[in-house]
Nanobody, 125 residues
Framework: QVQLVESGGGLVQAGGSLRLSCAAS?????????MGWFRQAPGKEREFVAA????????YYADSVKGRFTLSRDNAKNTVYLHMNNLKPEDTAVYYC?????????????????WGQGTQVTVSS
């Protein structure tokens, strides 16, 4: 089993920044997991935000966040970080961390086996 715990969400004004963290643990977790972030706003489907390969050498971003969000990982700490800059009200959602060993790096929600509980990000205008 793999456990994922997100943190760092909160309320921020438009144009502000937040850093989300996702700490992974569990007997079967290893650094060889790709990690992804998804978000879900009220009344909308869960959508892909960003993903990173196990080595950190490859990152993928949704067009809506490209240039504003940066995903990184520290395998020594089993933690991934989503740095979110120039936040917009449309970024308001619950953000979920996900992990999977699928290769290549998955960018669709159904490809991920493990999920965190989510952290709320609210951007006020």
């Amino acid at each position: 089993q793999v456990q994922l715990v997100e943190s760092g969400g909160g309320l921020v004004q438009a144009g502000g920044s937040l850093r989300l963290s996702c700490a992974a643990s569990g007997r079967t977790f290893s650094s060889y997991y790709a990690m992804g972030w998804f978000r879900q706003a009220p009344g909308k489907e869960r959508e892909f935000v960003a993903a990173i390969s196990w080595s950190g050498g490859s990152t993928y971003y949704a067009d809506s966040v490209k240039g504003r969000f940066t995903l990184s990982r520290d395998n020594a700490k089993n933690t991934v970080y989503l740095h979110m800059n120039n936040l917009k009200p449309e970024d308001t959602a619950v953000y979920y961390c996900a992990a999977d060993r699928t290769v290549p790096v998955p960018t669709r929600a159904h490809e991920y086996d493990y999920w965190g509980q989510g952290t709320q990000v609210t951007v006020s205008s």
